[in-house]
């Protein structure tokens, strides 16, 4: 279909983040073939997340964790009908590139990847496709914000199968916002100077080894620091009025059984991410429907112990206080 | 007036606000409730399916009865408006996808639609369109679907480069975009229906 490009506009703000907001209320599940995402789609996900191996998988074997084949999500993209999403690696803009051109309804820009940039992560403002990135307190949230993701999720500890590192995420989030509400506008203003000085690590190592210092430098893509703190701190008062964030906030990493879905609700999120869960669980179809229906019904608890019955096997689960520093995923990019 | 917005799935809290926004520039008094369950809807005046995923949203109707709920209703000449995946709920037909993937839909409107008629996300788009009844809105199209045909009984209210993107059958309102990501006016329009 053609139509006059002139009267229309793509890949603007209102249609990324409106894009995430119909997944509101939803489940999306990660999937690892085309049979997978079927049954998915049919126990009611709202979306996929198509990878070559889900996170517990990944966790396992080690290594580079990459970009799945684009081969392996295309053949998901042709098995449903739902929209479907993939993961590239922090700050690997040629992979994000690549995602965008297969076609991929949003990217997944996670740290359940081997990052790729120790600095920065993509400025997703540049992008038509809508991206989300992964949380663990409200500075990592309004950074990426900032930068445009149209979803902002909790990283948890994905591939754990244990969801307290999920609910930990959500409550410090849920806490920043509360003390955001409480806090003059002057003392905003110097959380956003807290907030932005991620950005001018770059510049302050290279300062450090060459002694010299810039007037207005650029410190990233082509901002100075001093406007990425105005832009930070427009994004703090906006989570003040509106006592949220100002797009959609979906739990991720360790959710498992519909009771950890429901709960992840009840602390307020929009959505759950259900990734190693589904596949790593004895019966996938089952247990799928059931998370779609605990989230529908996260308040009611006769259902959400209803559709818990005899589920069989959840995912085995690791204990995460008894990970090392090293095998953590959450720390990836902040 | 109390209106229900059917909460199972979607930018339920959308259009609840933008429906409250609409009785407060009317100053109709009622309000506003995201139905996830049985039993509500027969009391309510009017009736709202959000966008979402209609595959989602079409299961969850069916599996907690609401659907033969908004059916009694639209039966009792209740106004109902669904935006996007709404619209695909309320048709009466649907295309190759609405049959793979073996989703119910309620019948409601003599229309024809396409899935996903434009593309993926990355062809998703807002635009400037006019709406009989209404006046220019900004219409945001998000995986959004296209109306192929409609019955006699169907009022076209908006094209969108000759394709059908808003019809009206009676109270009932079917769109192909979301009014809710962008004003009132659609929701004012449609509570005075």
């Known amino acids: 279909m053609r139509f006059d490009l002139e009267k229309l506009r793509f890949g603007t703000e209102l249609v990324k983040r409106g894009f995430a907001k119909m997944q509101k209320g939803g489940v999306i599940m990660d999937v690892t073939n085309a049979e997978q995402a079927v049954i998915a789609e049919e126990a009611g996900a709202v979306a996929v997340m198509a990878l070559h191996k889900v996170p517990a998988d990944i966790r396992a074997s080690g290594g580079v964790a990459r970009m799945a084949d684009p081969k392996k999500i295309e053949e998901i993209m042709d098995a449903v009908t739902i929209p479907v999403m993939a993961k590239c690696r922090i700050g690997h803009i040629a992979e994000a590139r690549a995602l965008e051109a297969l076609g991929v309804d949003m990217i997944d820009e996670s740290e359940v990847l081997t990052p790729a940039d120790t600095f920065f992560h993509i400025y997703k403002k540049n992008f038509v496709v809508p991206f989300v990135c992964g949380a663990r307190s409200l500075g990592e949230a309004v950074r990426r914000i900032w930068e445009g993701a149209a979803m902002i999720r909790t990283k948890g500890e994905a591939g754990t199968g244990n969801v307290v590192e999920a609910v930990k995420h959500m409550r410090l989030i849920n806490q920043a916002i509360y003390t955001l509400k409480k806090i003059p506008d002057e003392k905003i203003y110097e959380v956003a100077v807290k907030y932005a000085s991620r950005y001018a690590e770059l510049s302050r190592l290279v300062k450090e080894e060459m002694g010299v210092v810039l007037e207005n430098e650029i410190v990233y893509e082509n901002f100075t620091l001093a406007e990425i703190v105005e832009g930070i701190n427009e994004i703090l008062l906006e989570i003040r009025d509106l006592g949220r964030l100002p797009v959609v906030n979906f739990a991720a990493g360790g959710i498992a059984t519909p009771a950890d879905a429901a709960l992840m609700m009840q602390l307020g999120a929009d959505g759950v991410f259900v990734g190693s869960g589904i596949f790593k669980s004895s019966n996938p179809e089952k247990f799928a429907r059931a998370i779609v229906e605990a989230v529908e019904h996260y308040d009611q608890p006769e259902v959400v112990a209803e559709v818990s019955k005899e589920l069989g096997e959840a995912m085995k689960g690791l204990e995460v206080s008894k990970l090392a520093e090293g095998e953590l995923l959450q720390t990836r990019g902040a | ?193």
């Open chain 2, 1 to 193: 007036m109390k209106v229900a917005v059917v909460g199972v799935q979607g930018d339920v809290e959308e259009h609840i606000v933008a429906t409250e926004k609409s009785m407060k520039n009317l100053g109709i008094q009622g309000e506003v409730l995201a139905v996830r369950e049985p039993g509500i809807i027969p009391e309510c005046d009017a009736i709202i399916i959000p966008g979402g995923e209609s595959t989602t949203i079409s299961k969850l109707i069916s599996r907690d009865s609401i659907a033969e709920e908004i059916i009694e209703s639209a039966r009792e000449g209740k106004r109902i408006m669904g935006t996007c995946a709404g619209l695909i709920v309320l048709a009466k037909e649907g295309d190759e996808q609405v049959e793979r993937t073996k989703t119910k839909l309620l019948g409601l409107l003599d229309v024809k639609v396409k899935r996903n008629a434009f593309g993926r996300q990355r062809e998703s788009f807002q635009t400037k369109l006019q709406m009989k009844y209404v006046g220019e809105i900004d219409g945001v199209f998000i995986r959004a679907p296209l109306i192929e045909s409609v019955g006699k009984e169907v009022e076209i209210l908006a094209k969108f480069e000759d394709r059908i993107v808003a019809v009206k059958q009676g109270k009932i309102l079917g769109l192909a975009f979301h009014p809710e990501l962008s004003s009132t006016k659609v929701h004012e329009y449609f509570l005075s229906l």
